[in-house]
């Protein structure tokens, strides 16, 4: 866990809950998900997603599963990196004629990193034939394309889990 901030309110009602921090201390390797088990997937952001979401096979599987029996897969922010690579059983790109939001390359460029990046995040969903939608830098922006839910960057955090959820609940 990265970036926790014990003076914001609902942070620390999350890290003051034990129920969390157990699951926290014992959280799942990829080969322990049981598919069956999930109705949705939520791939979260961070710089560091970058290099391990895109190539990762086990999260790939995994994601493919849940959408391909009808779940919902979303993420946020640079969290779209583990779409980029993503393909279905019938060879196409998750994110192929999709509208998708991630973060966007200007945002990339705002805070000096789009050097530093292996990959221009927006480029390449739109690479992989993504309909990308995006809002001015740092404003929330949530798109949902059927049971694929996706946010811009933090500020969307609050409206991608009001999406999912309300997706769960039809």
Request: charged fraction near 25%.
């Amino acid at each position: 866990m990265d970036g926790a901030d014990s003076t914001d309110p609902v942070c620390l009602k999350f890290l003051q809950d034990t129920d969390v921090v157990q699951k926290l201390k014992q959280t799942l390797t990829p080969d322990q998900v049981k598919t069956s088990e999930y109705a949705a997937i939520l791939f979260v952001g961070g710089h560091g997603t970058m290099w391990d979401f895109p190539d990762n096979a086990a999260l790939a599987e995994i994601a493919k599963t849940i959408y391909e029996e009808g779940g919902v897969v979303s993420a946020l922010c640079h969290g779209p990196a583990a779409l980029v690579n993503l393909k279905l059983s019938n060879g196409e790109y998750l994110v192929k004629g999709k509208q998708v939001a991630a973060f966007t390359d200007d945002e990339e460029r705002a805070v000096k990193l789009d050097r530093v990046v292996p990959f221009m995040l927006e480029s390449t969903l739109r690479q992989r034939g993504a309909r990308h939608k995006y809002a001015p830098n740092w404003q929330a922006n949530v798109v949902v394309d059927g049971r694929l839910v996706t946010g811009q960057n933090p500020a969307s955090a609050e409206a991608i889990a009001v999406e999912i959820s309300r997706l769960l609940q039809t």
